[in-house]
């Protein structure tokens, strides 16, 4: 169907896998993408907070399963993969949402919470795109690969994040070369760089460390922390026939953060 009747926003038909998707951005991606339509595979190392989120979809009416995988194993995403194939078809749409933060001085850091964050990170994400993007050209119909990256990626942030800074910055990147790469097959990369969101993991830093709270607030020109359901509406449009001849995008969801 053409024209405007047309929902450019459905996701009817379609397979996702959504990563990290047993709480926070990726538990609210995954209904997301479920309340549009598609079949859902929610992915996280957390067995239970996963069958909490396929429980929740279809209690709603959506179609989900759940699969436990971590991303820092590369045969644990190749299992994850060849089960969701298996039980929704093939996929359509892969969102890297699972990440990890190790927080310290530079000078302090140690090489095991550099490499831990970049592993799960960055090289995560990555194995997602090789077994899923694999599949893609495989197939010969097209994809979208989605990274959750972060304006910690863009410009420069004061909270002991060398480590998770760099892993999103090198995921911008990669999302850049894999959308020239994979062009030619029509599969379309783009990432996602929210600012600071209201997630489990940043409530509890805001209740560790007082005025961390206030810090991330002085550089946000809207004046309010992001909500993971700021980040639901991109995340459709990235995955939707609207975002047709996006591809190599990174979409800042960052209240003008990276404006300033």
């Known amino acids: 169907m053409t024209g405007p009747s047309r929902d450019l926003f459905s ?7 959504v990563t990290g998707a047993g709480s926070g951005l990726g ?5 997301g993408y ?4 598609a079949a859902v595979a929610v992915l996280d190392v957390d067995e239970a907070a996963a069958d909490k989120v396929v429980q929740r979809i279809s209690k709603d009416g959506g179609r989900a399963i759940s699969v436990v995988c971590n991303v820092a194993d590369s045969e ?18 892969l969102l890297n949402n699972a990440g990890i933060g190790r927080r310290a001085k530079a000078e302090e850091m140690t090489d095991d919470a550099w490499d831990v964050v970049l592993d799960v990170n960055l090289k995560g994400a990555f194995r ?10 495989r197939r010969g119909k097209g994809g979208r690969i989605i990274n959750m990256a972060s304006v910690a990626g863009v410009v420069g942030i004061e909270t002991g994040n060398a480590n998770y800074a760099a892993s999103k910055g090198g995921l911008i990147a990669m999302t850049r070369c894999l959308a020239i790469e994979w062009a030619k097959h029509n599969i379309l990369v783009n990432a996602i760089a929210p600012s600071h969101t209201r997630t489990p993991l940043i409530e509890k830093l805001i209740k560790d460390k007082p005025g961390t709270e206030a810090y991330f607030l002085n550089n946000i020109p809207l004046g309010r922390l992001g909500t993971v359901e700021d980040i639901v509406g991109p995340a459709i449009f990235l995955a939707s026939d609207a975002a047709a001849f996006v591809t190599g995008h990174t979409l800042m969801v960052d ?3 990276t404006a300033k």
């Open 76 to 93: 644990s995403v190749r299992s994850a993969v060849g089960q969701v194939t298996a039980a929704l078809g093939p996929i359509d749409i």
């Open 27 to 31: 538990q609210a991606i995954a209904e």
């Open 255 to 257: 209240g003008g953060h």
């Open 128 to 137: 997602f795109c090789r077994e899923v993007g694999g599949a893609m050209i």
């Open 11 to 17: 996701l009817s038909g379609k397979t996702a896998i």
């Open 34 to 37: 479920a309340a549009r339509g």
